[in-house]
Nanobody, 125 residues
Framework: QVQLVESGGGLVQAGGSLKLSCAASGRHFSSYSVGWFRQAPGKEREFVAA????????YYADSGKGRFTISRDNAKNTVYLHMHSLSPEDTAVYHC??????????????????WGQGTQVTVSS
């Protein structure tokens, strides 16, 4: 099974951009569907974006459509989240998640069984 480590978070001004990375260790990464979730203080963890392992289909929360892009490089065992036009409402800890050979209901956190520790994203106004 893979282990996941996020990086790329930090402090950015409103309107700025960040690229988050999620490095996976282990085998068969190309057979994992992957997702990004975020959790702000006092709030539940919410879906951000996902990509299925089979067809490479992508899914986005309404809050990120047009601003966020999920991508993956299986040769590098890495998933990315490109974020643009950031606002203070995007401030949260961002977690990547993975599920082996699963491509059902990827917008639900219950669909994933592998999680990273998260990386903090702070957007100042």
């Amino acid at each position: 099974q893979v282990q996941l480590v996020e990086s790329g978070g930090g402090l950015v001004q409103a309107g700025g951009s960040l690229k988050l990375s999620c490095a996976a260790s282990g085998r068969h990464f190309s057979s994992y569907s992957v997702g990004w979730f975020r959790q702000a203080p006092g709030k539940e963890r919410e879906f951000v974006a996902a990509m299925s392992w089979s067809a490479g289909s992508t899914y986005y929360a309404d809050s990120g459509k047009g601003r966020f892009t999920i991508s993956r490089d299986n040769a590098k065992n890495t998933v990315y989240l490109h974020m643009h036009s950031l606002s203070p409402e995007d401030t949260a800890v961002y977690h990547c998640a993975a599920r082996y050979l699963g491509d059902y209901d990827l917008t639900s956190r219950n669909s994933y069984d592998r999680w990273g520790q998260g990386t903090q994203v702070t957007v100042s106004s």
